[in-house]
Structures are given as C-alpha cells and as structure tokens.
C-alpha cells in the first residue's frame, strides 16, 4: 500500500468516525430531549381503577416537577386524598395520603396521555388502573 494510499484510509476512517460519532450523539441528544416531553404527567387525569368490587373512576390532578410527582385525587368512594410520589423514565409511582389506608399506585407512562399499572391497598389487596389525561 502506498503512502497517499494510507493517508486516503486513515482519512476516510477518521470522517467516518466523526460521522459516525455525531450521529450516536444526536441520537442520544433526540432520545434525552423526547424522555424529557414524555414524561411530562401535569395536567388533569381520568382513571380507570378496577377492583374485584367493581371499577372506580376518580379525577386525578398532577403536577410533575422534575421526578417529584404532586396533586390530588378525588372519588365518591375516598374523598379527596393528596398524592406524592415520583417518575422516572417511563414508571410512576406514588402514594394516597390523608387516609386510614395507604394506596399506592404504580405503573408505567405509555405516552404523553395514557398510564396504567396496578394499586396495592396496604397490603388488603390490590387493583388495576389505566389513566388518560383529560381534554
């Protein structure tokens, strides 16, 4: 191989590298920016919450701040209890507050307007859940 031969292939492999080295980080850059809008839980919630007693459908509040997950939920059944909890990536996870029983809700985020998982009663038992985030 030649000398311009060489200088030609490390050329090439070295833009190639660049190149290849600008797409892994733009990638990276879309996926961390589109995590960030995906995981964005603030807003007003319909939940679907289905027990062996029947299906509960309390109107949620969230307020995400960074993972730090706030609000209010509110049913015929429970009254209004505050939330607190968290999410992280595509998992939810918080807690009632303000009642004999702790529920505790955890799941995962779909997308922007759908999560869903399961309720645990403070160990009396648990239930399922979807939520769609309200128009």
Partial sequence: ???TSIST??????TSRIAL????ATSFTVAATAQRAFADLTGKWTFSVVTEN????PAVVLKQDGESLTGTYESSR???RFIAGFVKKDSIDFVLKGGETELRFMGHVVDKDHVNGVVDFGGQGGATF???RAP
Avoid: L
């Fill in 1 to 3: 191989m030649s000398f």
């Fill in 9 to 14: 292939f490390y050329i090439m492999n070295r």
């Fill in 21 to 24: 080295a600008a797409i892994i």
């Fill in 54 to 57: 029947g299906t509960g459908t």
């Fill in 78 to 80: 429970m009254g209004t």
């Fill in 130 to 132: 979807t939520g769609k």
